[in-house]
């Protein structure tokens, strides 16, 4: 069977979801200009008979009250990763086909999850619970009338159509809503006196390819119910990057470095649990006015240590003229190969070979000890410069007041966990605030005597109870003086 996911008025959701004053309202996703057309409406606005593509202009004389917000693709684009990750739980056969829309294959997976419906109805909630949106879901065993299926009961509808309903969907199915049937075909379309899928079966092949042309034939196939285009997943990843938002804009290059070292970890970890090894290197920088530069390096030789890749990205770094403070900073690596893959061999002895092999057997460690306890557990000294300073405020005084910035990594963007994390907060008794950040996880800053903060971290590693928390970063930074309570940010 083949599951159909599409988010109900997606971008108009998300906006809604954020600014709840927008609920239940009439608004618009669009540009301001006389120009803009609606990119997308909210169901309120859909009552008004406005649509995507319908110039603005006419969309506010439908709807004189109409809410028009400019909307944000990055934003969007984040909520959708995270959607997409929801799939994946699911099947491992999952096709994106647009922002807010994907393909799921899911033979084999019903002993894990259940038949068809169930599947549908745990997509569903799990998508609802991390995200606060809805999605409609199309199941069916072909492609094309999945498609069809998820936008037959919309919004927040589950229409599945089993494999001996299938004659009669196609019989009744319009055909103006077959996937490819444009305007221009439908006027043809008319005159052949052809309204429902079902209509092209009174004709034969070679005809309907000569009026037409290739779609003539797929509309053939297509009404004897066979639809050959498989659910494509592109599985291969094309680069692995760890970055951070930071709590403030900072300018000093060692803390650059300590940033970059922590991400080099991370990558690392994450290459050489896939038994990768990588010939590309590339950092990100975002200054605090938001502009951005990306530097790589093809890499001398291939490696997966963690220290190569944090020499990389050092040295890229160092070439970074500073004028600015930074507000992000990214390790990022592409150009895999599996470890096991035969390597073009350096004519030349490597001098670094003895090296690149100690390090190894440090990452070694350090990734068994992470697997087991968490990978917050083992950082490099130059990590935490002056022995972990959390440690040395505890061997001083417990209750003394410290802060740390926490990045916490895995399925945590949702509203749940920051409602969670703020509820457990206050019932610590720790001031700071929960925030996402635009890659997926989420930052906080957790203020409070140390025996508070280690609750709270331990909190985190816990998770929420709808989470899937993967790791927990944590590192001392200044007491903000001015913080009172503990605060969601957005
Ligand atoms: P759709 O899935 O077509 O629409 P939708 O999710 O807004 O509403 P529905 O409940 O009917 O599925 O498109 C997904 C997003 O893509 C949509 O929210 C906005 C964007 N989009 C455009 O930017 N321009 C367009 O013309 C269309 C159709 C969509
Ligand atoms: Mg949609």
């Not at 057309?37 to 202009?57: C, D, N």
């Not at 605090?288 to 190569?308: E, H, L, M, V, Y």
């Not at 440090?362 to 440690?391: C, E, M, R, T």
């Not at 061997?395 to 895995?410: E, F, L």
């Amino acid at each position: 069977m083949i599951l159909h996911v599409d988010m109900d008025a997606f971008f108009a959701s998300v906006e809604q979801r954020d600014n709840p004053t927008l609920k239940g309202k009439p608004i618009v996703v669009s540009g301001h200009s006389k120009r803009s057309v609606v990119s997308t409406a909210s169901y309120e606005a859909r009552k008004f008979g406005i649509h995507s593509a319908m110039p603005v202009f006419q969309a506010k004389q439908r709807c004189p009250h109409l809410i028009i917000l400019p909307g944000s693709r990055h934003k969007y684009a984040m909520d959708s990763k995270r959607i997409m990750a929801i799939l994946r739980e699911f099947s491992p056969m999952v096709e994106p086909v647009s922002i807010d829309e994907a393909y799921l294959d899911i033979r084999g997976c019903e002993k894990l999850f259940g038949p068809p419906r169930t599947i549908a109805g745990k997509i569903k909630t799990a998508i609802f619970n991390e995200l606060a949106l809805t999605c409609s879901i199309g199941i069916a065993p072909v492609r094309f009338l999945a498609k069809i299926a998820s936008d037959m009961d919309k919004p927040a509808g589950v229409t599945f159509i089993p494999r001996d309903k299938v004659e009669e969907v196609i019989n009744t199915l319009p055909i103006q809503k077959v996937p490819g049937v444009g305007r221009k075909a439908m006027a043809l379309m008319a005159s052949l006196q052809i309204n429902t899928l079902g209509d092209i079966r009174k004709f034969d092949r070679s005809l309907l390819t000569r009026k037409f042309g290739k779609m003539g034939s797929r509309l053939y196939q297509l009404a004897l119910g066979i639809d050959d285009t498989a659910v494509e997943t592109t599985s291969v990843r094309k680069s692995i990057s760890s970055e951070t938002t930071l709590a403030e804009d900072i300018s000093d290059p060692a803390q650059v470095r300590t940033i970059l070292l922590a991400h080099a970890q991370r990558v690392g970890r994450d290459l050489r649990k896939k038994e990768w090894v990588c010939r590309h290197v590339s950092i990100k920088i975002k200054f605090s006015d938001f502009t951005q530069i990306t530097r790589g390096k093809k890499t001398p030789s291939w490696i997966s240590s963690s220290n190569a890749v944090f020499d990389e990205a050092v040295a890229l770094f160092d070439k970074v003229i500073l004028k600015k403070k930074i507000r992000l900073i990214g390790v990022g690596v592409s150009d895999f190969q599996h470890k096991s893959e035969p390597v073009q061999m350096s004519l030349l002895p490597d001098p670094d070979e003895n090296f690149e092999k100690q390090w190894k057997n440090v990452d070694h460690a350090v990734d068994s000890i992470s697997q087991k306890f968490g990978s917050d557990v083992v950082k490099k000294a130059s990590l935490n410069p002056s022995g972990s300073k959390l440690n040395q405020t505890r061997r001083k005084k417990m209750t003394d007041k410290s802060a740390v910035s926490v990045r916490i990594t895995g399925r945590v963007q949702g509203v749940f966990f920051r409602a969670e994390t703020q509820k457990a907060a206050q019932s610590i008794q720790v001031e700071g605030y929960v925030k996402n950040l635009a890659d997926g996880s989420v930052q906080a800053l957790f203020q409070g005597n140390c025996d508070q903060i280690e609750k709270m971290l331990a909190w985190c590693r816990d998770g929420a109870p709808l989470s899937k928390v993967q790791g927990v970063d944590s590192q001392p930074v200044a007491i903000q003086p001015e913080m009172k309570g503990f605060q969601i940010r957005y």
